[in-house]
């Protein structure tokens, strides 16, 4: 039998969890979704919005955000070049979702109050 791999279009049962999941899962991808929707939509300031990601593993997932159509990519003609990222129209329909996933951690953090380290305009 030979290996299959996984990608993120791996999806053989036609899972709509799946096919979410190839999306926007990860470990970063709904933080970076999140932070651009309240307002961080430039590299430097994602980066320091989360401070654990590598520069790399944001440069690639920043990629993958616009390769699927749920982030778009603005380069101002300026020196220095200046950057900014935001939602795409395809990209708002997956808000809702990591509404929810915010609203569900603001309670949880609530239950764990030494974790509130992330600061949001919410």
Do not use: H
């Not at 990860?26 to 932070?35: C, E, N, R, S, T």
């Not at 989360?50 to 778009?72: A, F, G, T, Y």
């Amino acid at each position: 039998m030979a290996n299959t791999r996984k990608n993120k279009d791996y999806n053989p049962n036609n899972c709509p969890v799946t096919s979410c999941m190839n999306k926007i899962g990860g470990k970063w991808k709904p933080v970076v979704i999140f932070l651009i929707t309240i307002g961080k939509n430039r590299f430097s300031l994602l980066q320091k919005a989360i401070p654990d990601i590598s520069k790399q593993m944001l440069v690639n997932q920043l990629r993958e955000l616009e390769e699927d159509n749920i982030i778009e990519r603005v380069i101002y003609a300026e020196i220095p070049p200046r950057v900014e990222y935001s939602i795409s129209k395809y990209g708002e329909t997956i808000l809702p979702i990591i509404s929810v996933m915010a609203d569900w951690g603001k309670k949880d953090l609530k239950k764990f109050p030494k974790m509130k380290d992330f600061k949001s305009k919410n």
